[in-house]
């Protein structure tokens, strides 16, 4: 059955091979090399999803009928070949430079691959040559260029490398449009494109083109566009380039260019868009840039070092619509008449010194002339104000809002809630007080709201739930109070909650374990209570957890070890209890655990060794035991993690460790640490500076290593022991504060201490006498010396 399955399909194979052999013969007698040229692009195209040359290209018809061929209506030549956005793969044939007549060759918008022929290079009648985005690669450097014809040249968004020919402009006299970009041509810009006299676009942006720009540009006078951005470009902006006398867009952005800007380039009246962001670019602004640049629409001179203030005659720039000086030095007042750029879309002036005048910053209040902004970018500028209420009356078509860092004081006004088109407000990092309005409800399209680091207090209201598109929630760092609304899990489209660092209290809502979608959950350093739902399995694709310096209490919830995108746990600084769940072995992405500070205790899981990207664990100070794993990751770690878990052993590298089966480690050469230990029985930790400065019996133990780490068992060595002074360790540790405190262990407590030679010790004052604590003095003492810093 196979078999004549198999048969059959080659018969019909060979048939059809048959039949195209004799299709081909019979139009062999009048073919055209037009037709030849073009049969040999259709052989050299291996993919044609739109079956364009299998359909149509057929050579029975005339190749004027053929789907992108244009002819001469009288010559019968092809004049144009325009296959442009087809979806082809295949590689360019030599052939096609045998079209005599070509005038356009637009192959754009495909999957084209390979160099292009050098035949193409000498089509004399050709004027328009596009192959942009397709997947051509190789160097141009050894083509001749010789097209009398050629107007413009499109090879952007390829992959063509190497340097750009020194005689491109050779044999192209004609040529105006030049457009290389987003390739990966480095080297210089050849200064013998001036010799493409007629050039009136020349586009290389985004290549690795390296050097100084060629000053002969300048003389390249019918030049429109220069579009440099994106480059490796070095030394200073010729002046030369400022004698443009038609020059409309110039834009050097992200590249290292140096220098003053030359006077030239501010005075150009013809200009319409300057971009010189993202270089190191210096001096200030012509007093009257509205007379320099009377045309400019798009200014961005964003990250340089310029200077001075912005010149008032701005605002007689009327055509401007975008206009950055984000990240410079510029000083003094915005300019109360800022608002009658009337056509202005886009501010970005974040990042400088700027001031207002008032302080109810009355530029603001200007720009509510404004009638098409959409973005108004203020941030980090020493403002010093507060928010008027004609904020309000700022133009509805307002998406952006950014005045974090501002030093804005007062309360955030109410009427900002009638910017209902706003997708991100950000007023943190200011001083502001007071709450959040209940009227945000009304900002329906917000997707970002950040508040963090001000002073708002009172709880969040409930309003703020109905904010359906919230992606990013961030208000830490305030004085928050009450309990997380539970219609916070009505924020289904939060991605980032940030609302550590207040004083909100009561148990987490059972809700906020719907936000499924949510990546960065934070909400640490609050008064929280309670236990942790299992649910909190349910964040399922979440990055970031932190949940530390709360008072969460109960179990761990095994559930967490099905997040398997979880990259960061912190829960430190709780009252969790109970064992480190076997599951946290399915936390395969795993790389920062921090457990510290809690009542933890069982063993810690073997499987743990399966975490193949922790980087950082911290199980310190809970109550685990047994023996330490050794696999995986613990095989880097240091006994730093595991500090103050006493009845823990087998700590990494250490050779003296109780654990039965663990041997003696080659001892550490680098250890800088010396450590000291404090008795003091039986005390509570409160009394003991008191007891201890009446001189009671404490006693001093050190188990000390000299600097020089010569000695290779400081601990034994009798010339390593030195004594120190209560007062000495009071001075050493601030008084014992609670700066200094590592932690708190079952046994006592752990200090860093810094002594009058500068050398960092850490101390324990035990609190009181046990047994094991004296057992286990010798490995704290290691574990101790193996903390860096
Ligand atoms: C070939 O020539 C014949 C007569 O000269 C003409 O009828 C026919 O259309 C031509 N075929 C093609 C494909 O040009
Ligand atoms: C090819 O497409 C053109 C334009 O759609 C059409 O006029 C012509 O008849 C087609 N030829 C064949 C062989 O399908
Ligand atoms: C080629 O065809 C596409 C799609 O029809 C068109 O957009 C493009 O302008 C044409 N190219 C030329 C150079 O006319
Ligand atoms: C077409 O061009 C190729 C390579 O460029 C050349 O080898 C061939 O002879 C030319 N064919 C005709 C018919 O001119
Ligand atoms: C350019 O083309 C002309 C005309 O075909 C030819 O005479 C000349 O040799 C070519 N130049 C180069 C450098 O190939
Ligand atoms: C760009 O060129 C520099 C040297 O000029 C080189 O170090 C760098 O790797 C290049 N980058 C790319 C993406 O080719
Ligand atoms: C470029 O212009 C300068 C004058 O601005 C002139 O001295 C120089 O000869 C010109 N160079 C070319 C290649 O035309
Ligand atoms: C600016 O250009 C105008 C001509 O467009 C010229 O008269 C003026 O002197 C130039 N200013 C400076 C400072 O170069
Ligand atoms: C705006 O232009 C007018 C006319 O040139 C001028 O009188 C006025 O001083 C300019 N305004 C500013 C703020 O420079
Ligand atoms: C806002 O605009 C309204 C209507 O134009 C006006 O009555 C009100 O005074 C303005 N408010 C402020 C603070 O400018
Ligand atoms: C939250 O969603 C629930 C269920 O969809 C709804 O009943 C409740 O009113 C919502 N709460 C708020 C504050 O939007
Ligand atoms: C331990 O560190 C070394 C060197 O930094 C690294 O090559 C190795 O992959 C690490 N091993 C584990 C299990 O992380």
């Known amino acids: 059955?196979?078999?004549?399955?198999?048969?059959?399909?080659?018969?019909?194979?060979?048939?059809?091979?048959?039949?195209?052999?004799?299709?081909?013969?019979?139009?062999?007698?009048?073919?055209?090399?037009?037709?030849?040229?073009?049969?040999?692009?259709?052989a050299h195209i291996s993919y044609d999803p739109t079956n364009l040359f299998a359909k149509n290209w057929t050579s029975s018809t005339s190749v004027c009928s053929w789907i992108g061929i244009t002819c001469g209506v009288n010559s019968h030549k092809v004049i144009v070949l325009n296959i442009s956005g087809f979806n082809l793969q295949g590689t360019i044939p030599p052939q096609l430079g045998n079209l005599s007549s070509l005038e356009t060759l637009d192959l754009s918008h495909n999957k084209l691959s390979g160099n292009i022929p050098s035949s193409i290079f000498n089509m004399h009648t050709l004027k328009l040559l596009d192959f942009r985005d397709n997947q051509l690669f190789g160097s141009l450097s050894s083509f001749i260029f010789n097209?009398?014809?050629?107007?413009?040249?499109?090879?952007?968004?390829?992959?063509?490398?190497?340097?750009?020919?020194?005689?491109?402009?050779?044999?192209?006299?004609?040529?105006?449009?030049?457009?290389?970009?987003?390739?990966?041509?480095?080297?210089?810009?050849?200064?013998?494109?001036?010799?493409?006299?007629?050039?009136?676009g020349l586009y290389l942006r985004f290549n690795n083109l390296s050097g100084a720009i060629p000053k002969e540009i300048g003389n390249l006078t019918k030049l429109k566009d220069i579009i440099l951005n994106d480059n490796e470009l070095r030394g200073e902006i010729p002046q030369e380039m400022g004698n443009l006398p038609y020059l409309v867009r110039l834009t050097?952005?992200?590249?290292?260019?140096?220098?003053?800007?030359?006077?030239?380039?501010?005075?150009?009246?013809?200009?319409?868009?300057?971009?010189?962001?993202?270089?190191?670019?210096?001096?200030?602004?012509p007093s009257r840039i509205d007379l320099s640049l009377p045309n400019v629409e798009f200014l961005n001179l964003g990250t340089n070092r310029f200077s001075g203030n912005i010149p008032?005659?701005?605002?007689?720039?009327?055509?401007?619509?975008?206009?950055?000086?984000?990240?410079?030095?510029?000083?003094?007042?915005?300019?109360?008449?800022?608002?009658?750029?009337?056509?202005?879309?886009?501010?970005?002036?974040?990042?400088?010194?700027?001031?207002?005048?008032?302080?109810?910053?009355?530029?603001?209040?200007?720009?509510?002339?404004?009638?098409?902004?959409?973005?108004?970018?203020?941030?980090?500028?020493?403002?010093?104000?507060?928010?008027?209420?004609?904020?309000?009356?700022?133009?509805?078509?307002?998406?952006?809002?950014?005045?974090?860092?501002?030093?804005?004081?007062?309360?955030i006004p109410q009427v900002i809630s009638n910017l209902s088109n706003l997708l991100l407000l950000d007023l943190g990092g200011n001083k502001l007080t007071g709450s959040i309005p209940v009227t945000f409800s009304r900002l329906?399209?917000?997707?970002?709201?950040?508040?963090?680091?001000?002073?708002?207090?009172?709880?969040?209201?409930?309003?703020?739930?109905?904010?359906?598109?919230?992606?990013?929630?961030?208000?830490?760092?305030?004085?928050?109070?009450?309990?997380?609304?539970?219609?916070?899990?009505?924020?289904?489209?939060?991605?980032?909650?940030?609302?550590?660092?207040?004083?909100?209290?009561?148990a987490l809502p059972s809700t906020i374990w719907n936000l499924k979608d949510i990546l960065f959950f934070d909400v640490s350093s609050n008064s929280l209570d309670g236990?942790?739902?299992?649910?909190?399995?349910?964040?399922?694709?979440?990055?970031?957890?932190?949940?530390?310096?709360?008072?969460?209490?109960?179990?761990?919830?095994?559930?967490?070890?099905?997040?398997?995108?979880?990259?960061?746990?912190?829960?430190?600084?709780?009252?969790?209890?109970?064992?480190?769940?076997?599951?946290?072995?399915?936390?395969?992405?795993l790389e920062i655990l921090d457990l510290s500070k809690n009542k933890i205790y069982g063993v810690i899981p073997t499987s743990l060794e399966k975490l193949l990207y922790l980087k950082k664990l911290n199980l310190s100070f809970n109550k685990l035991e047994g023996e330490i794993p050794r696999g995986g990751p613990f095989a880097n770690l240091t006994a730093k993690s595991f500090l103050g878990n006493e009845l823990l052993c087998g700590l990494p590298d250490l050779h003296n460790s109780p654990c039965k089966l663990?041997?003696?480690?080659?001892?550490?050469?680098?250890?800088?640490?010396?450590?000291?230990?404090?008795?003091?029985?039986?005390?509570?930790?409160?009394?003991?500076?008191?007891?201890?400065?009446?001189?009671?019996?404490w006693k001093l133990i050190r188990c000390w290593k000299s600097r020089t780490g010569s000695s290779n068992d400081g601990i034994n060595s009798p010339q390593a022991i030195r004594r120190f002074s209560y007062h000495e360790l009071l001075q050493a540790t601030d008084r014992f504060r609670k700066n200094n405190l590592l932690g708190i262990g079952s046994f006592g407590s752990v200090y860093v201490a810094r002594l009058q030679d500068g050398m960092e010790v850490a101390v324990k004052v035990f609190h009181q006498r046990y047994e094991r604590a004296l057992k286990s003095f010798q490995d704290e003492c290691e574990v101790m010396k193996r903390i860096r810093h």
């Open 252 to 285: 050097l952005a992200t590249n290292n260019l140096v220098g003053v800007v030359p006077f030239t380039i501010f005075n150009m009246s013809t200009l319409k868009k300057l971009s010189l962001l993202e270089n190191t670019l210096w001096g200030s602004l």
């Open 147 to 200: 097209m009398s014809s050629m107007l413009g040249i499109d090879l952007s968004i390829n992959r063509f490398s190497g340097e750009l020919p020194a005689n491109i402009c050779k044999n192209l006299p004609n040529l105006k449009k030049l457009l290389l970009g987003r390739n990966m041509f480095h080297g210089k810009i050849p200064s013998t494109l001036s010799k493409c006299k007629q050039l009136e």
């Open 312 to 411: 008032s005659s701005i605002t007689n720039a009327s055509k401007l619509t975008v206009f950055q000086l984000r990240g410079n030095s510029f000083s003094g007042f915005i300019p109360n008449t800022i608002g009658n750029l009337r056509n202005l879309e886009f501010l970005n002036i974040a990042d400088n010194y700027l001031t207002s005048s008032t302080p109810e910053l009355s530029f603001l209040s200007s720009l509510t002339n404004c009638q098409k902004i959409r973005v108004l970018i203020l941030a980090g500028n020493p403002l010093d104000g507060i928010l008027p209420s004609s904020i309000g009356n700022l133009s509805i078509s307002l998406e952006r809002f950014q005045m974090f860092n501002c030093r804005i004081s007062g309360k």
């Open 662 to 697: 663990n041997k003696p480690k080659t001892h550490h050469k680098s250890r800088k640490m010396m450590l000291l230990l404090v008795i003091a029985l039986p005390l509570s930790t409160a009394a003991l500076i008191i007891v201890v400065t009446l001189t009671l019996k």
């Open 444 to 506: 329906l399209n917000l997707q970002g709201l950040g508040l963090a680091f001000n002073k708002l207090a009172r709880s969040i209201p409930d309003e703020i739930c109905h904010l359906a598109k919230l992606d990013k929630l961030i208000l830490h760092g305030n004085k928050f109070s009450g309990a997380i609304p539970s219609c916070s899990g009505n924020l289904t489209s939060l991605r980032a909650l940030y609302l550590g660092s207040n004083r909100f209290t009561s």
């Open 531 to 589: 236990p942790l739902s299992l649910d909190i399995g349910n964040l399922k694709v979440v990055i970031e957890l932190n949940l530390s310096r709360n008072n969460l209490s109960g179990d761990i919830p095994i559930t967490i070890g099905g997040l398997k995108n979880l990259q960061k746990l912190f829960l430190a600084n709780n009252r969790l209890e109970g064992p480190i769940p076997e599951s946290f072995s399915g936390l395969s992405s």
């Open 1 to 42: 059955m196979e078999r004549t399955h198999s048969l059959s399909m080659t018969t019909r194979s060979l048939v059809h091979c048959l039949l195209l052999s004799l299709a081909i013969a019979a139009a062999a007698s009048n073919i055209t090399t037009d037709q030849q040229s073009l049969l040999a692009l259709k």
